[in-house]
C-alpha cells in the first residue's frame, strides 16, 4: 500500500504537494510525487477530488494518508483594519480540507504548520515547471521569507521576482537570500529571516504583475 503525506498552503490561489516517505535506499527520504495550484473558482472540486481520488475507488484504498499538513493562518493586530470586508480566502480552505478529513476519518492526521518553520526542499530538474506558478508569487507578495541557491535563483527570477545580485552581494530586502551554493550563512540569513515571519515592509514596494 502506498503512503502519502499532503501539504496545503491555502489562500486564493492554494498550493499542493504531495509526497511520499521512504525508498529502497533511504527509508526518511521525502520524495516528490506531485505539486500543483488550485486556483479560487475550482477550490471546492479541486480539494475535493484531491482526497476522494486517493481514499475512494476501491473497497480498500491503495493509498494511505500519513499526514496532511496545512500552513496555518494568523490575523496580525496590526494589519486588522486592513482586513475589513477581506473574504478570508485561506481560512475558509483550510475548513473545507478540515471537513473532508473528517468525512474521511482522517482528521486526527492534521499537522497544522506556521509559515516561519524551517522546512528544506530540493526541487529537482524534472519538476522546476511546478515553480513557475501563481502561487510562488503569491508567496512573495504575502511577504514571505524566499531563498534560492544555485540553478533555483533562476526560477525567482523567471517569477519576477527581485533577488538584488545573485552571488547575494546585494540582497534586494532582508527576507530574500540567494547564493551559488549552500553554507553556513545562507542557512543562518534564511532562518533569521524566516523568525520575523514575515517582511511588512516590502508591501509597498511590489512591482509583480497582479
Not at 47 to 70: C, H, K, Q, R, Y
Not at 189 to 200: D, E, I, P, S
Request: aromatic share 6%.
Amino acid at each position: 500500500m502506498s503512503k502519502r503525506i499532503i501539504a496545503i498552503d491555502p489562500g486564493r490561489t492554494t498550493g499542493v504537494v504531495i509526497g511520499t516517505v521512504g525508498s529502497q535506499t533511504n527509508p526518511t527520504e521525502l520524495q516528490l510525487l506531485e505539486a500543483f495550484e488550485i486556483h479560487w473558482p475550482n477550490r471546492l472540486t479541486a480539494v475535493d477530488a484531491l482526497f476522494g481520488n486517493m481514499l475512494i475507488g476501491s473497497p480498500i484504498p491503495a493509498v494511505t494518508v500519513e499526514a496532511v499538513v496545512i500552513e496555518s493562518f494568523h490575523l496580525y493586530a496590526h494589519k486588522a483594519k486592513e482586513q475589513i470586508g477581506n473574504e478570508f480566502p485561506s481560512v475558509r480552505v483550510i475548513g473545507y480540507v478540515e471537513m473532508l478529513c473528517w468525512q474521511y476519518h482522517i482528521d486526527h492526521l492534521i499537522t497544522f504548520q506556521g509559515a516561519s518553520e524551517i522546512s528544506r526542499v530540493q526541487i529537482l530538474k524534472e519538476h522546476e515547471q511546478h515553480l513557475h506558478s501563481e502561487h510562488m508569487k503569491d508567496a512573495y507578495k504575502h511577504c514571505k521569507a524566499v531563498a534560492a541557491t544555485g540553478e533555483g535563483v533562476e526560477l525567482l527570477l523567471a517569477a519576477d521576482i527581485d533577488v538584488g545580485g545573485k552571488d547575494d552581494s546585494a540582497p534586494a530586502d532582508e527576507a530574500t537570500v540567494v547564493a551559488p551554493k549552500m553554507g553556513r550563512g545562507v542557512a543562518a540569513r534564511f532562518v533569521a529571516a524566516m523568525g520575523n515571519h514575515r517582511l511588512w515592509s516590502r508591501e509597498p514596494e511590489l512591482h509583480l504583475p497582479l
